[in-house]
């Protein structure tokens, strides 16, 4: 513009209105920046914000995973520790598959429920001994918070859990949920030691399915209350940041307008 105008022998004059180019305007042209201020803002952004939920689910993960293995080393301490508390030889009196509900068994019922009342998380405590079919367990006693105990000499079959028959030799833990005709839970298993040194059976702790889901969803909730309460400080933070810079720069736009306008 400014080349036109001297080209032709005019010059613009000091103080005078604004000129108008011929169909430009200065302003606007020079505004596509601000419109790149943008859309760079929305690309970091982006950036930030797919690499938050990257860390968040990163960390979700990892938190699971550990909160879970605590839940394991838990189990296995608290199924140990009941084995050691039960008089093997006592059981192993009794015949395998015996259905008789003594005395004895009222007591390490009454003993199990005690347990169990003192740690929620606990469902279930049980005792299983061993049959001449490897695969083939029988339920000495049971106990369940849920009501739905089974009987001394109801057979349970380990075909499809062997991390079970383990137990009958060292403690054990399940790395994940298994589902029978009990429902779903996490189990740690511990044996039945006698003054021999030989295992007689096993003692089975449960866990609800449920605790590990509630456990899961209460992570989920702490993480995205974590990436919504970050994705609000980044948004305020962008929008002091973006205010700073477009202050200035709708000054300077202004300006650059009007001296390309003839002021």
């Known amino acids: 513009w400014i080349a036109s105008q001297t080209s032709s022998g005019t010059r613009p004059e000091t103080g005078s209105k604004p000129i108008k180019s011929n169909g430009l305007n200065p302003v606007k042209e020079i505004r596509a920046f601000h419109r790149f201020h943008y859309r760079l803002t929305v690309l970091y952004g982006s950036a930030v914000v797919a690499t938050l939920l990257i860390m968040v689910s990163f960390f979700y993960s990892l938190w699971t995973q550990a909160e879970v293995e605590s839940l394991q080393r838990r189990l296995g301490a608290f199924s140990t520790s009941i084995a050691e508390t039960i008089d093997a030889d006592e059981i192993a009196r009794y015949k395998l598959d015996a259905t008789d509900d003594t005395e004895f068994h009222k007591k390490l019922r009454s003993q199990f429920s005690q347990l169990a009342t003192r740690d929620t998380d606990i469902d279930s405590i049980y005792v299983l001994r061993p049959s001449t079919i490897p695969t083939e367990l029988y339920f000495f006693v049971d106990y369940s918070k849920t009501g739905e105990q089974a009987k001394p000499g109801t057979p349970y079959s380990a075909e499809n859990t062997p991390i079970m028959l383990k137990g009958f030799l060292r403690p054990v833990v399940e790395d994940k949920p298994y589902a029978d005709e009990y429902g779903v839970t996490l189990s740690a298993y511990a044996p039945l030691?006698?003054?021999?040194?030989?295992?007689?059976?096993?003692?089975?702790?449960?866990?609800?399915?449920?605790?590990?889901?509630?456990?899961?969803?209460?992570?989920?909730?702490?993480?995205?209350?974590i990436l919504l309460l970050a994705l609000i400080v980044i948004a305020l933070v962008s929008f002091f940041v973006a205010r700073s810079i477009r202050e200035p720069l709708g000054r300077l736009i202004l300006a650059t307008g009007a001296v390309a306008q003839g002021d």
């Open 193 to 225: 030691i006698n003054h021999e040194g030989k295992s007689i059976g096993l003692v089975g702790v449960d866990v609800r399915s449920e605790l590990l889901e509630k456990m899961q969803a209460r992570l989920l909730e702490i993480c995205l209350a």
